[in-house]
């Protein structure tokens, strides 16, 4: 007898392919930064940029804790583990690291492999051609600084994109995503697939930025490894990949940009005092207008730059991450021609393989913006420009009321003696 987390539809996916459920496997692991890798952190989070000490430490701990997970695996006599999730949480004042993720054996010889894929997603992948290899993951935790969060503050003031804060995103998601890759070639692997994408906030003034996938290997990619700036990379599901396989195309590269707007004091004034009236408020569209097409911009120069036909997969996210600051979040996959003969296995995707699971859907968003809710790793970078603009606004007001005030007191004598 086995526990399994597996659901029906899952296990009747994984069947076809002559894998079948074994027990849950888990791994852990605690980790302490120490107070040589604290005061460095400290110092590094003062002046901005990645936070080597905490990279490290996050990485180090969680690959423990997914080797720990294989290793389990292994003692039960599986093949491979699927499902797998990493988190972090404390424990005792340290920081521990937890893997989980359902074993699965197959009735013929293969080699141990990991996948963050569900067992629906994982039936799919298989027809579709792409061998799991391991779980890979690339991160990097990263700090706003002093220096450049007040320079932003700074440039909140002003209308137009906050490009302090855009470009800290886009730096740390390139620096992510390269990891990503090179941990899937140094694996042997020509692809990664259903990449996930999450930003976590790790202590204040610090997130880190995590990419999670399956590295895998497709035999029509390439005849062997490849360097790591040639593996593909795709957060589309596995029911996506099997049809974009069908249609005839391939993935290429995920693409992401992020843009930061300000609406600026003057224009905050503005907008507050057309709000008094019913009707549209042109400053606030405009800006929202901006940020969107310039976030869309970057992916389709990007994409382009790719040599990709097309982005496909387009998520965008638009949120308020401060008073009259917005940002904007882009994410897709880049997409080209096939290769001939990169058809899936079977002609038609089994209605088990499209039936919606939720056992087999991560219930989180896979894209998490800078301007997370609940205190997200933006919302307490941008703790200072919030209330420089708060206190700007205010002496703004301030200035306006006194100056009437001074005319007011000049003409009401002058009316008097008329």
Not at 30 to 56: C, D, F, K, P
Not at 105 to 123: D, K, Q
């Amino acid at each position: 007898m086995f526990i399994s987390g597996m659901s029906g539809n899952e296990i009747y996916c994984l069947a076809q392919k002559g894998l079948s459920p074994g027990e849950i496997a888990v791994g852990n692991s605690v980790y302490s930064m120490g107070l040589g890798g604290a005061l460095g952190a400290i110092g590094r989070s003062v002046s901005g940029g990645e936070i080597r000490q905490i990279t490290e430490l996050i990485s180090d701990g969680r690959h423990s804790a997914i080797s720990r997970m294989e290793q389990e695996a292994q003692r039960h006599g599986a093949q491979g583990v699927t499902g797998v999730e990493t988190t972090l949480g404390t424990m005792a004042g340290f920081t521990e690291f937890f893997s989980q993720g359902t074993a699965v054996h197959t009735e013929h010889a293969m080699p141990f492999f990991s996948s963050a894929a569900s067992g629906i997603e994982l039936y799919c992948h298989l027809d579709a051609g792409y061998q799991p290899v391991k779980f890979v993951m690339g991160n990097i935790a990263y700090a706003l600084g002093i220096g450049r969060g007040l320079t932003g503050s700074v440039r909140t003031l002003a209308r137009g994109e906050v490009k302090e804060f855009s470009s800290m995103y886009n730096e740390i998601r390139h620096t992510a995503l390269e990891r990503l890759r090179r941990e899937a070639a140094a694996a042997g692997a020509n692809a990664v697939v259903d990449v996930q994408v999450r930003m976590l906030p790790y202590g204040p003034g610090t997130v880190e930025l995590l990419l999670t996938g399956t590295a895998s290997r497709h035999p029509m990619l390439s005849n062997g490894p490849v360097p790591q700036h040639q593996v593909v990379t795709s957060e589309l599901t596995g029911e996506e990949l099997w049809n974009l396989a069908a249609m005839g195309y391939v993935p290429h590269q995920l693409v992401m940009a992020t843009s930061v707007y300000s609406l600026g004091v003057s224009a905050s004034i503005g907008a507050l005092f057309k709000s008094i009236q019913r009707g549209e408020l042109p400053e606030v569209t405009q800006l929202i207008y901006q940020a969107r097409e310039n976030a869309l911009e970057l992916i389709r120069k990007e994409a382009q730059a790719l040599g990709a036909d097309r982005v496909i997969g387009n998520r965008l996210q638009i949120r308020e991450i401060g008073s009259g600051l917005v940002e904007v979040v882009a994410l897709g996959t880049a997409v080209k021609r096939a290769p001939a003969g990169m058809q899936p296995q079977t002609p038609q995707l089994i209605p088990q393989a499209v039936i919606v699971d939720k056992s087999s859907r991560k219930t989180d968003e896979s894209v998490t913006g800078l301007g997370a809710p609940l205190g997200g790793p933006m919302a307490r970078a941008q703790n200072v420009g919030n209330s420089a603009g708060t206190r700007a606004l205010g002496l703004a007001i301030g200035l306006f009321v006194m100056l009437l005030s001074c005319c007011l007191t000049g003409i009401i004598p002058f009316l008097s003696q008329q």
